[in-house]
């Protein structure tokens, strides 16, 4: 994983070529070439919507090239519909991730209505020290990068993809530290809104807790997070698709098993091409049996 997130970052940086010698012919790029991400050419790659988020699904080993993606909208072939299967299927994995943390959100919630013991949680101290690691965390990961990029730029990719790794590693342990002091913030969050007799509910987008009546201002700000508007992104793709595909295995029954892009992808031109050569077959039959019949009379002739 780290060594493909080195590679998409050169090549971001110095083109996909960056390897080939200057005399070498650069390869003419074909949408259904392993290479490229499908979720990207169908719709947009789920790795991008979570980035730097409890939700966040690390980066895309597939590479995101706009010109594969313009060949892929304007292409007829069967393939598509395979990609954008495989799409709505990574999409609903996610989807029923989040419907499960939700069912769990509102179990705990009620837990709390019943006055349970609450989970034990972070003192303020051990807060306070993960966050000041994760400040420190943060400045040597970006410094990797900036090193990675350099050290790219020279040409030294075995190094750079060397310090990219070095940086996936702090930033698992980021996330761990954000994780422990998030889950201790919800979990003051929940028992001082049980405690002022406060009413919580969790969001049905993206199974955060929210304060029943709060700030609008707070609202908003949910609201337009990056993991609300990750998740909703995600459903709205998935209902949207999945419409489009339901039509499309309408239209293919009604085509006798013919898809609506290979009806559609037929030209006038081929269709009459396709009448001319059947009309020229069934004329080298005609003639065939005339030369066969000649023969046959011939042959009685000579036996008379």
Not at 56 to 75: M, N, T, Y
Not at 143 to 158: C, D, H, I, T
Not at 163 to 173: A, F, R, S, V, W
């Amino acid at each position: 994983m780290a060594k493909n997130a080195a590679s998409a970052l050169l090549d971001e940086l110095m083109g996909r070529h960056r390897n080939a010698a200057p005399h070498e012919q650069k390869k003419d790029v074909e949408w259904e070439d392993p290479e490229f991400c499908k979720f990207f050419l169908v719709k947009f790659c789920p790795h991008d919507l979570f980035v730097n988020t409890r939700a966040d699904l690390g980066p895309c080993p597939k590479v995101h090239d706009d010109e594969a993606k313009v060949q892929f909208d304007k292409s007829r072939s069967y393939v598509k519909s395979q990609y954008t299967d495989e799409f709505i299927k990574f999409c609903n994995n996610l989807i029923h991730d989040v419907e499960r943390k939700i069912v769990k959100g509102r179990h705990r919630l009620s837990l709390i209505g019943q006055k349970t013991e609450p989970p034990s949680r972070l003192s303020t101290a051990q807060q306070s020290k993960n966050e000041e690691t994760i400040d420190i965390l943060n400045e040597k990961i970006n410094n990797l990068v900036k090193e990675a990029e350099r050290v790219g730029m020279e040409g030294a990719v075995e190094k750079a993809q060397g310090l990219m790794k070095l940086c996936d590693q702090l930033k698992e342990e980021r996330e761990s530290l954000r994780r422990q002091n998030s889950d201790n913030h919800w979990s003051q969050t929940a028992e001082l809104a049980a405690a002022q007799e406060k009413q919580m509910e969790v969001c049905t987008v993206c199974g955060a807790f929210l304060i029943v009546g709060d700030a609008q201002s707070r609202i908003d700000d949910h609201l337009m997070g990056k993991q609300h508007l990750g998740y909703s992104k995600l459903k709205g793709a998935v209902e949207e698709l999945t419409t489009s595909r339901a039509q499309e295995r309408g239209v293919f029954r009604m085509n006798g098993g013919r898809g609506s892009a290979d009806i559609a992808g037929r030209s006038d031109k081929e269709r009459s091409s396709s009448r001319v050569k059947e009309s020229k077959g069934r004329e080298r039959d005609r003639d065939s049996e005339r030369r066969k019949r000649h023969h046959e009379e011939r042959e009685r002739e000579r036996q008379h």
